[in-house]
């Protein structure tokens, strides 16, 4: 079945790969390597599972990520560019990497052979889970039957809305990716103090401080609510998902309290309405293996 135009997006965008697929969005993964010479595709070479099973095993062992290069977005963006079909790339914030940047020169690269090729490339501003929730309403805008530049345009309208709220197991991989920033003044090295976070806007900021994983995945569902309440509670505006790092029963536990909270301040929500993704290897090699929160941001159809 042909479409109007085709959703793309960097690997950042945590998107299992059955969904992605369902969904008719194609992902250029990111790599990783636990030994700095031997980079593996994310997805492909090394699943995230196993990845996270590695970083538990091997503690003191910090992996590191690296972009996709300009070959691997030529390769994604010609099957498209032959076919006469627009894309939409979505790559992550360009704070945190220059992926943006190898799509671009793929861009480039491409129209030396189709000129006539569109490909818009656009920064989304966030990163993991949200940054699915993001591809995703880009694909429920194509399924509706929205024109491509009114597609682009909504991205960019709703794309300031998204925001994480998480926390994480302890600073260490924070203070040795060099993410920690304003967080380190906040949370120091005190022993059993962790960080709350808040990502907008392709930055991270500093939301609470809390001694045990307890206050800070409290602090993570206050900084939830929240923002609902600060832009009208009206919750089925909204795509929410919570990440994960290694412990899934956690995160089923921490959706069921979460709705618990959720419906007593009033709110009409189901499970189905708050889906758990795995955050992969992009965000996870700098805050470790037990990264937990939300995704959200304005829904592209209300």
């Keep these: 079945m042909s479409e109007a135009y085709h959703i793309i997006s960097d690997g950042s965008c945590d998107l299992p790969g059955e ?5 008719g969005i194609t992902v250029v993964p990111f790599y990783v390597s636990f030994d700095e010479g031997h980079y593996l595709k994310e997805g492909v070479e090394i699943g995230i599972r196993d990845f996270y099973r590695q970083m538990v095993d ?6 590191k990520s690296s972009m996709p290069s300009t070959q691997d977005y030529v390769d994604a963006f010609t099957p498209y560019a032959e076919q006469g079909t627009p894309v939409i790339c979505i ?5 945190f990497s220059g992926s943006m940047q190898s799509a671009l020169s793929a861009k480039e690269i491409l129209r030396e052979t189709w000129p006539e090729a569109e490909i818009t490339v656009i920064d989304a501003t966030i990163n993991t889970v949200l ?11 194509r399924d509706s039957g929205m024109g491509y530049r009114e597609c682009v345009a909504r991205l960019e309208e709703i794309k300031s809305t998204g925001r994480i709220f998480f926390t994480v197991g302890d600073m260490e991989y924070l203070k ?3 993410r920690i920033g304003k967080v380190s003044a906040l949370a120091g090295s ?23 994983r307890k206050r800070t995945t409290e602090k993570a569902i206050s900084l939830l609510l929240d923002y609902l309440e600060e832009n009208g509670r009206a919750m089925d505006r909204y795509s929410i998902a919570i990440g994960f790092g290694y412990d899934y029963e956690e995160a089923v536990a921490f959706r069921e309290h979460t709705l618990e909270v959720l419906r007593g301040q009033g709110y009409d929500v189901g499970r189905e309405d708050i889906p758990i993704y795995q955050i992969g290897a992009t965000i ?19």
């Design 19 to 23: 969904l992605a697929a369902e969904k």
């Design 91 to 95: 790559c992550i914030t360009t704070k």
């Design 131 to 141: 940054q699915g929730l993001y591809v995703l309403e880009a694909a429920k805008l």
């Design 190 to 212: 005190v022993l059993g103090i962790r960080p709350v976070i808040t990502l907008k806007e392709g930055e991270i900021f500093p939301s609470g401080i809390g001694r045990g």
């Design 284 to 302: 996870s090699v700098h805050t470790g293996p037990y990264p937990l929160g939300f995704g959200i941001i304005e829904k592209g159809i209300a």
């Design 58 to 63: 091997r503690k003191g062992v910090y992996p």
């Design 176 to 178: 040795h990716g060099g």
